[in-house]
Antibody
């Protein structure tokens, strides 16, 4: 079945770094853009980053630009989020999410979500 | 930066129609998606491209987008529909979420 499984969350001190990974299965990974979306405790959803199906384009939210980097390895069906200079306000559950197609079209929804991995900056 | 505004909460009686709004400047020029998040679960796409229902989403769920407001309508609301609902749009390659609406069925 279609599945996204995140890993790499944990507790880190402010200023530290962490790398999240997401393993995809059950679908043609090469054909889809991938996002990271986060949710702080008791708060709403916040988009973090998008990478196109082939990795050619990457976009990040203003709140993380310059600190977070999204990447993918289509040979391993994985997408990653490298997080540096972490702040207390980065504490959240981080979801790996599939875009409906490859290039983040304005019409697309985010149609598959992982269970999330928790990052605590303290 | 572009913003989407939702009411913080909406209440509805079982069997009635729930309406959740999402407001943004000239929102009709963008495509809006809606997500349902039940307590303790990951979000679920319930409406894409303003009004399209993904496979498996009941026909009770519908969406529209006109002017500055997009609307999610849930007919014949059931207890299972309780949760948080988020609207989402894209602006200059960035993705924006509304603040979320807590739907209570009572």
């Amino acid at each position: 079945q279609v599945q996204l499984v995140e890993s790499g969350g944990g507790v880190v001190q402010p200023g530290g770094s962490l790398r999240l990974s997401c393993a995809a299965s059950g679908f043609n990974f090469n054909g889809h853009g991938m996002h990271w979306v986060r949710q702080a405790p008791g708060k709403g959803l916040e988009w973090v980053a998008l990478i196109w199906y082939d990795g050619s384009y990457k976009y990040t939210a203003d709140s993380v630009t310059g600190r977070f980097t999204i990447s993918r390895d289509n040979s391993k069906n994985t997408v990653s989020l490298q997080m540096t200079s972490l702040r207390v306000e980065d504490t959240a559950v981080y979801y790996c999410v599939r875009d409906e197609d490859g290039s983040g079209s304005p019409t697309n929804g985010m149609d598959v979500w992982g269970q999330g991995t928790t990052v605590t900056v303290s | 930066s572009y913003e989407l505004t939702q009411p913080s909460s909406v209440s509805v009686s079982p069997g009635q129609t729930a309406t959740i709004t999402c407001s943004g400047d000239k929102l009709e020029d963008k495509y809006v998606c809606w997500y349902q998040q039940r307590p303790g679960q990951s979000p679920l796409l319930v409406i894409s491209e303003d009004s399209k229902r993904p496979s498996g989403i009941p026909e009770r769920f519908s969406g529209s987008n006109s002017g500055n407001t997009a609307t999610l309508t849930i007919r014949e609301t059931q207890a299972v529909d309780e949760g948080d609902y988020y609207c989402q749009a894209r602006d200059r390659k960035k993705v924006i979420f509304g603040g979320g609406t807590k739907l209570t069925v009572l």
